[in-house]
Every structure is written in C-alpha cells, then in structure tokens.
Nanobody
Framework: HVQLAESGGGLVQAGGSLRLSCAAS????????MGWFRQAPGKEREFVTA????????YYADSVKGRFTISRDNAKNTVYLQMNSLKPEDTAVYYC???????????????????WGQGTQVTVSS
C-alpha cells in the first residue's frame, strides 16, 4: 500500500508559477510510476502528466505541454509538478496517483492508477 500527500497548491496570478509536490510513504516509491491529474468544478478528472518509475519516460497532456514539467526524486520519495505560465483554465484540484507501471494505452486514464492523494487546490486568477 502507498500513501500519497500533495502540497504546494495555492492562489497565483495568470502567468505565474507553482511547484506541486507529492510525498509517498509505504511501499518502495521507486516501484511505482506516478501521474498527476486535475479536476475542475463540474468537470471530469483529467490527465495532466505521468512519469515512469526511473523517470526516463514522461507523458504530457497537450494542454500543458511546454508549460508543465514532471520530475521525481526516488531518494526523497517525492514527485514534483513544476507549473509555469499558468492560465485561469489551469484552476483545479490537482491529484497525484501511483501505479506499478505505465502502459501507452492507459497512462492517461484515472482508473489505471491504484493509489491517490487527497488533492491540492490550484487557483489561477486572471
């Protein structure tokens, strides 16, 4: 079992930056690929980005490509989401999630992930 806890959310103006962190505890962090998802009010949870167990493979949603960067530090049991050039449409609750392995057919689907954090609110003002 893996416990995940996000932090780093907050209120930022459009064009600003935030870095989210997701700390993992429990079983070996490096045994899990990690993903970030977000959910805005009244909308379905959507894929943002994912990273493989080693960090060698990453995936991004088109809407964040070039602005967001996912990274991980297996020694610190933490995955990060650096968000730059934020837009009001990035406003959402951001969740990190863990899965043993990423598959090309499913890395973007929330049901593919086994463990989830509680989420952290990101609000971007215009």
């Amino acid at each position: 079992h893996v416990q995940l806890a996000e932090s780093g959310g907050g209120l930022v103006q459009a064009g600003g930056s935030l870095r989210l962190s997701c700390a993992a505890s429990g079983r070996t962090f490096s045994s899990y690929a990690m993903g970030w998802f977000r959910q805005a009010p009244g909308k379905e949870r959507e894929f943002v980005t994912a990273i493989s167990r080693s960090g060698g493979t990453t995936y991004y949603a088109d809407s964040v490509k070039g602005r967001f960067t996912i990274s991980r530090d297996n020694a610190k049991n933490t995955v990060y989401l650096q968000m730059n050039s934020l837009k009001p449409e990035d406003t959402a609750v951001y969740y990190c999630a863990a899965v043993p392995r990423l598959y090309s057919a499913s890395y973007y689907r929330p049901p593919a992930y086994d463990y989830w954090g509680q989420g952290t609110q990101v609000t971007v003002s215009s």
